[in-house]
Nanobody, 122 residues
Framework: QVQLVESGGGLVQAGGSLRLSCLAS???????MAWFRQAPEKDREFVAA???????SYADSVKGRFTISRDTAKNTVYLQMNSLKPEDTAVYYC?????????????????RGQGTQVTVSS
């Protein structure tokens, strides 16, 4: 397992941008990395994933607006969020899954961060 610490959340107006960062305590090259989010009174949901083979995937709700990337030299994964909407308001969590397995299910990830709040005002 790796320790994950998210940062970069905050308050932004609709249409604005934020970049979230997830710093891992170890080498992220051996993990599939993902972002999840949880809005008030809603279930936690998958947002985006960056796999070890270089591929990425996104939830339909963020496709074309969010971009996941990783800097292996810095053991950091990013989530660039553009054209933000009030419905993007949530706590955003970083997660790491060891090996080559692929998942969009939060509880299948080996390591999970504590989250960072993103609030989008209308």
């Amino acid at each position: 397992q790796v320790q994950l610490v998210e940062s970069g959340g905050g308050l932004v107006q609709a249409g604005g941008s934020l970049r979230l960062s997830c710093l891992a305590s170890g080498d992220t090259m051996t993990y599939n990395m993902a972002w999840f989010r949880q809005a008030p009174e809603k279930d936690r949901e998958f947002v985006a994933a960056s796999r070890r083979d270089g591929s990425t995937s996104y939830a339909d709700s963020v496709k074309g607006r969010f971009t996941i990337s990783r800097d292996t030299a810095k053991n950091t994964v990013y989530l660039q969020m553009n054209s933000l909407k009030p419905e993007d308001t949530a706590v955003y969590y970083c997660a790491a899954l060891a090996g080559w397995a692929d998942s969009r299910i939060w509880f299948e990830y080996d390591s999970r961060g504590q989250g960072t709040q993103v609030t989008v005002s209308s």
